[in-house]
């Protein structure tokens, strides 16, 4: 199986001048959980390169032994420093994409063209999606080829209104996603704050937070391996 995992490359959240970037235990979970079980990942972003980490998340207060495990590896860092860029990978190449959080997927994610279209192609080729915490920000402008949202009617999570009031950030992300989601005619559905949360509807894989991250690539595994053995509804 191969998976791509898509990291963001903003790096600072709206005109604040404050660093942002990719949560590293959404990052470094999912990777871990896919890599151990034989599946190849590759890493993309709009701009390639390195992308950038919010600097909370390295703090030692949220380190897990994902990202301990991460810092620790050469090559997984290697990699990091060589994402692919968006536009030069192709769905056809991959069995599902894979989007973690951080608030950067907020401004670089929802209006981007090339990431719509790779989303749209894997919804076409009826191929599992994947994200997680404010990774689903990249869903939100995806349609179906019948011209609908894809999140509509559609059980979904993602970071919660609650979560963003109590992470301050509710003034400064430029919408709430979990009301972006409904708006798209998703069915949204959240757990308590901060744990651990996933959806899994058909082929869309959602999870709510960073505590969701690990359990949300273990779910997209599981659909892949379903997949494998028999035809999944839309």
């Not at 719509?116 to 349609?143: D, M, Q, S, T, Y």
């Not at 559905?189 to 894989?205: E, L, M, Y």
């Amino acid at each position: 199986m191969k998976v791509l995992i898509v990291l963001t490359s903003r790096d600072q959240l709206g005109n604040t001048g404050i660093k942002t970037g990719f949560w590293l235990e959404e990052f470094a979970a999912p990777y871990y959980v896919l890599k151990d079980t034989g599946v190849e990942v590759t890493l993309a972003s709009p701009q390639g390169g390195q992308p950038p980490v919010d600097p909370k998340s390295e703090l030692p207060e949220w380190q897990t032994i994902s990202t301990r495990r991460l810092l620790a590896d050469f090559s997984a860092q290697k990699e990091l420093a060589n994402t692919k860029k968006l536009s030069e990978v192709s769905a056809k190449n991959f069995d599902a994409p894979f989007y973690p959080g951080g608030h950067g997927p907020m401004w670089d994610m929802p209006d981007n063209p090339v990431s719509i279209a790779l989303l749209e192609a894997f919804l076409k080729a009826g191929k599992a999606i994947a994200g997680v915490c404010h990774g689903p920000a990249a869903f939100v402008n995806v349609r179906r080829p019948d011209g609908e949202y894809m999140v509509k009617g559609k059980h979904v999570t993602a970071f919660s209104n609650s979560e963003e009031r109590a992470v301050g950030l509710d003034k400064v992300v430029p919408f709430l996603l979990e009301d972006k989601l409904k708006e798209r005619g998703a069915l949204y559905n959240k757990g308590p704050d901060f744990s651990s949360h996933i959806q899994v509807d058909a082929r869309i894989i959602t999870g709510q937070n960073p505590a969701s991250a690990e359990a949300g690539a273990e779910a997209l595994l599981e659909v892949l391996r379903s997949s494998a053995r028999r035809p999944i509804a839309a």
